[in-house]
């Protein structure tokens, strides 16, 4: 069968109206870094559903992100989870005893503290009352930290949950090779010397090679930036298109930071070190500087390189979410209701990052709304590639009809609301703490811009993906 990566958009022609209409879309920086006018929405109805509990999020953190290697790289997982809930405690003044429950997600697990959900909390003074447990699903761990929160309040369970997500990419489990950790486990296990003597006969110095984390698919055995160069190539995204859009993420998150837009940042004093107060990660260079770099996976002729990828990254973020009577009961105003959501999953081989042109016509239609709805949209940006990838898919009916088993296309978002302050690019992908910091990004812009309506979306490791639709609350 011939598939999307391998029958590149031939039956399309290059002069189609919707690959002409994507190319001549401004992606270079300075068109878009003109502030988006405040949104003017109609009175929108709300989605607030008969018999069903509504869930807001009272507020959100996260740590700094920071480049892997930098200020973190002597922590564990759990301090910056342990930070980022210690933040959150003194952003909301929750009383600890009230929480419920608490749940983050992580992708890489450090074996020590395997459950870092329920260490962060013990260390950030919870109750050893209040159960804690960790969630895994890729990029998209948060938000299956978040919408599990969702579904514990929505069913009664619980009215107060802390929801977050942690990455340490400074420091990631190097096991022992398979031969050395058996060799190791059966010495363990000898009971005389002459046991011993002859396991140990039968070392080799290849025993001593290291196992480094996978950063393959394990049913593809490929990688991801492999599988993002190839997908811009199936749908003609140019080296350019992919360090325009770059560029123009970490412009916008620059623009951010210098404006005092990014408050769901909270300074991190790192032990025996200084203060971290803001994202290192964000660098506008120029077209030029980018230019210059070389393929980082398809060599030499690939598109992808480490100034249009995300970059490897350590950060925490938590957030609070309630029962809309519990939040009001206890004196809060909260920032946003989160409403409908979706988890899609696809070919884990030729469609491994296209998760938000799936979910997103899916929760949409869940919620009744289209796209002309939305007055900000966040996805999460693995790649430039990917980011660009997805946008053609979703301008094209073509796409949608052969591969999505739609009518017609599901539509381009707007880029003068889409990832106004910034994205993974630049402000960097904890991959556990990214969905956290998507659904705040949201929630902030909303009151910031004045509009009613968010969609978050993000792909993840396994084909997998996410849509979330994030609906501000009444001032």
């Known amino acids: ?256 930071q210098d404006e005092g837009l990014l408050s769901d940042v909270v300074p991190f004093r790192v032990p025996g070190k200084d203060t971290v107060t803001k994202d290192n990660g964000i660098r506008p260079s120029s077209l030029e500087q980018m230019a210059k770099l070389k393929p980082a996976f398809i060599k030499p002729y690939g598109t992808v390189t480490a100034a249009n990828s995300s970059f490897l990254t350590d950060g925490a973020s938590a957030m609070l979410i309630m029962a809309e009577e519990k939040a009001l009961a206890m004196g809060y105003k909260p920032k946003a209701y989160l409403r409908d959501f979706m988890y899609v999953s696809q070919d884990p081989k030729d469609q491994l990052l296209l998760g938000p042109t799936y979910a997103t016509p899916k929760v949409l239609e869940k919620a009744g709304l289209t796209m002309n709805d939305i007055d900000a949209f966040e996805f999460h940006e693995a790649f430039s590639g990917q980011i660009l990838a997805n946008f053609k898919a979703m301008d094209s009916d073509w796409f949608a009809e052969n591969y999505m088993g739609r009518k017609t296309k599901v539509g381009l978002p707007p880029l003068e609301k889409f990832n106004n302050w910034g994205g993974s690019l630049s402000l960097g992908h904890p991959f556990g703490a990214t969905g956290c910091r998507l659904v705040m990004a949201a929630a902030n812009r909303l009151r910031k811009e004045g509009g009613q309506y968010g969609l978050v979306a993000a792909c993840a490791a396994g084909g997998q993906g996410h849509a979330m639709i994030v609906e501000a609350y009444p001032k």
Request: with cysteine; hydrophobic share 45%; proline share 5%.
């Open 1 to 256: 069968m011939t598939t999307i990566l391998t029958y590149p958009f031939k039956k399309l022609p290059t002069t189609s109206k919707w690959a002409l209409r994507f190319a001549i879309r401004p992606l270079s920086c300075s068109s878009q870094l003109r502030a988006a006018p405040a949104v003017q929405t109609k009175t929108k109805k709300t989605l607030a559903k008969p018999n069903i509990r509504n869930v807001v999020v009272v507020d959100g953190v996260r740590t700094p992100f920071l480049l892997s290697g930098t200020s973190y790289k002597d922590l564990m997982p759990h301090d910056l989870a342990r930070a980022a809930l210690t933040g959150l405690l003194h952003r909301t003044s929750v009383p600890k005893e009230v929480v419920d429950y608490i749940i983050f997600g992580t992708v890489i697990q450090e074996v020590k503290t395997s459950n870092v959900a329920r260490e962060a909390a013990l260390g950030a003074g919870f109750s050893d009352k209040t159960p804690a447990h960790t969630v895994t699903m890729a990029c998209i761990s948060a938000n299956q930290a978040m919408t599990t929160g969702v579904g514990l309040i929505a069913s009664g369970q619980c009215d107060v949950i802390v929801a977050g997500g942690v990455e340490l990419m400074s420091d990631i489990p190097i096991r022992h090779s398979r031969k050395m950790r058996k060799l190791m486990l059966d010495l363990n296990k000898a009971k005389s010397m002459g046991q011993r003597l002859s396991l140990i006969s039968k070392f080799r110095l290849n025993f001593l090679a290291p196992e480094l984390p996978a950063v393959a698919e394990f049913s593809t055995s490929e990688t991801m930036g492999h599988s993002a160069d190839r997908l811009a190539a199936a749908f003609a995204v140019s080296r350019l298109e992919q360090d325009e859009y770059a560029l123009r993420s970490h412009s916008l998150a620059k623009k951010a």
